[in-house]
C-alpha cells in the first residue's frame, strides 16, 4: 500500500509516529512543519503518556485517553498497554469498560469498527468490502444485549469488541491489522437508551429470534466469503441466543464463544490452580454452581470433559456439579427448565436456600455466574468453610459491583482458609499475620491465546479440547510463589508470557487432530510462536 503524505499520515493511527518520525522521515513525507522540531523515541513517548494518563482522575478519562491514542498512534497505544498490563488491562476492559458502554454515545470521539444494522439485511457483504483491511483473521462480534453483567446495551455494546481486540493483541500478541469489531445492531429492549438522544443505535426493539438468526445467517457467511481464514468469536450474546448460535456454527465455520467457552476455560484453569493447593484430583471435586445461565453451562460442560480425561464417566462427572438459580437447586422434578440445563437436574429433594444447599451437597468448590452481587454472604463463606477445610470460592460475575462477594469477605470469613479467585480485580487482603493476593479469573487468560493459536496455525475450527489445553497451559505457569500468596492464576503483570504458552498448548492440539492449514514448524512450537507475536515497534517509512 502506498504511504500516506503530510497530514493524511498524521491521521493514519497504523503508520502515524507523531513526534517519532525521523528528520528524513520528515523531508520526504511533506511533515516539516507538522511536527515540533523535537524528534522522540517510542520509550520518550511513552514516558509523556504515562504523565498525562497520571494526570487523569478517573478511570473513565483514563479510558477515554487511551481510546483516543489508538485512534491516533496504534503503537505508541499498545506500547502503553503493554509496558504495564496489570495497570491497564483493566482500563481498556473490564472494570472500566462497562462504565464506558454505559455512557458510549456520550463519550465516542470517532468511530472505530464496523456496525451491521439489521435495517441493511441483505447488504451484509457489500458493507464488509468497505473495512479497508483485506486479511482479516480475528473478528469479536456482539449484539450488545448481555453486555457484562449490565444487560442490554444495544449499540452501546460496541466498546466490548473494541476492548476483546486490544487485549488480543496486548496479551495474545496477535498483529492489530488483521483484527476486526463487529456490532449486529438489531435495536435494544432498554427504554433508557431508546430515549436518549445520544444513544446510536437503531432506536426499535429487538426482533424475534428467527429475524435475529437470519440476519446472523448472512453475517457468517458473508465472513466466511469475504474472510475465509477468520476466527469468529461471539460476545456477549443473550443467553438463548449464545447457546443456540455457538450449536448451529461451531462446526461450520471457525468460531467461539467466549462467554460460554472461555468462561469455561479459565475457571477449569482457577480449579487446575487451586487443586495444586489441595492436592485432590479434579475427578474427585464437588461444584456448586449459583447461576445457571449459558456461562455456567459452558464451564459445567467444560468440567464434564476434564473430569472424563481423568478417566471417570461422563454420568459420573455431571453427578458432582449442581446448579442453582433464582428458584433454588435445579432438580429433576423442576417441571421448567431450559433444554441445556437438563443434563445437570440432579435428582433430589428441592432446596430453596443456596447456604443450605452448601451444607447439604457438601461442594468442595462454588461457582457465582449469577451477576447477583453479594450472593455469597456471611452465611454462605461459613457454610463451605465448615465443610471443607480449604474452600474454594469463585465468584466470578463482572463488573465488580455484580460480583458475589469480594475477596476481603470471602478470606475474612473464611479465616484465611478460602482458595479465592474472582472475575473482577479485588485489592491484597491482609489476614492475621498474611497478606493474601486475590486473583483474577478474567476471560483474558483464555481468548487471546485462542485467537493467537487460531492466527498462527490458520486453524479450521475451534474445539473444546483446544480449551481445556489453554486452561492447562495457564496453571503451568502458577508458579509456587504464586501459589504461596494465594494466587492460582498467573500474575496479569506476565500476561503476554501466559498467554504465548497457552497458545503453544492449544497450536499443538491443532496440529495434532489435523486442523490446520499450515504445515507443523520444527522444533519447539512456543518458540515458534513467539516469532510471531506483535511487538509493538516503528518502522522506517523511508
Known sequence: MTTPRGADLLHDPRRNKSTAFSEQEREALGLVGLLPEGIDDLDTQLRRALAQLDGKTTDL????????????????????????PARFL????????????????????????????????????????????????????TSGERILGLGDLGANGMGIPIGKLALYTAAGGVPPKFTLPV????????????????????????PADDELDAFVDEFVAAVDAEFPRTLIQFEDWAGNDAIRLLERYRDRVCCFNDDIQGTAAVALAGLLGALRITGAPLARQRFLFLGAGSAAIGVAELLVKA?????????EARSRIWLFDRQGLITADRTQMHEYQRPFAQRHAPIADFATAIEVLRPTGIIGLST??????????????????????????????RSECTAEQAYAWSEGRAIFASGSPFPPVRIGDRTFVPGQGNN????????????????????DEMFIAAARGVAEKVTPTDIGIGLIYPPVSAILDTELRAAAKVAEVIFDRGLATIERPLGDLEAWIRTIAYVPSYRSLV
Not at 458502554?101 to 444494522?117: A, D, E, N, V
Not at 449486529?184 to 432498554?190: E, K, L, M, S
Not at 491465546?449 to 490458520?458: D, K, L, P, Q, R
Request: hydrophobic share 40%; glycine share 8%.
Open 183 to 206: 456490532l449486529i445492531d438489531a435495536g435494544t429492549n432498554n427504554e433508557t437508551l431508546l430515549t436518549d438522544p445520544l444513544y446510536l443505535g437503531i432506536k426499535q426493539t429487538r
Open 372 to 401: 447477583v452481587g453479594g450472593a455469597f454472604d456471611r452465611r454462605v463463606i461459613e457454610a463451605m468453610s465448615r465443610v471443607n477445610e480449604r474452600p474454594m470460592i469463585f465468584p466470578y460475575s463482572n463488573p465488580t459491583s
Open 307 to 315: 473430569m472424563s480425561a481423568e478417566g471417570v464417566s461422563t454420568d
Open 90 to 141: 483493566p482500563i481498556v476492559y473490564t472494570p472500566t469498560v462497562g462504565e464506558a458502554c454505559q455512557k458510549f454515545g456520550h463519550i465516542i470521539r470517532r468511530p472505530r469498527g464496523l456496525y451491521l444494522s439489521i435495517k441493511r439485511k441483505g447488504r451484509v457483504r457489500e458493507i464488509l468490502g468497505n473495512w479497508p483491511e483485506r486479511d482479516v483473521r480475528c473478528i469479536v462480534v
Open 61 to 84: 478519562e483514563r479510558y477515554i485517553y487511551l481510546s483516543q491514542l489508538q485512534d491516533t498512534d496504534e503503537t505508541l497505544f499498545y506500547r502503553v498497554l503493554m509496558s504495564d
Open 444 to 463: 483474558v487468560y483464555i481468548f487471546p491465546a485462542m485467537g493467537m493459536a487460531v492466527f498462527a496455525t490458520g486453524a479450521r475450527r475451534v474445539t
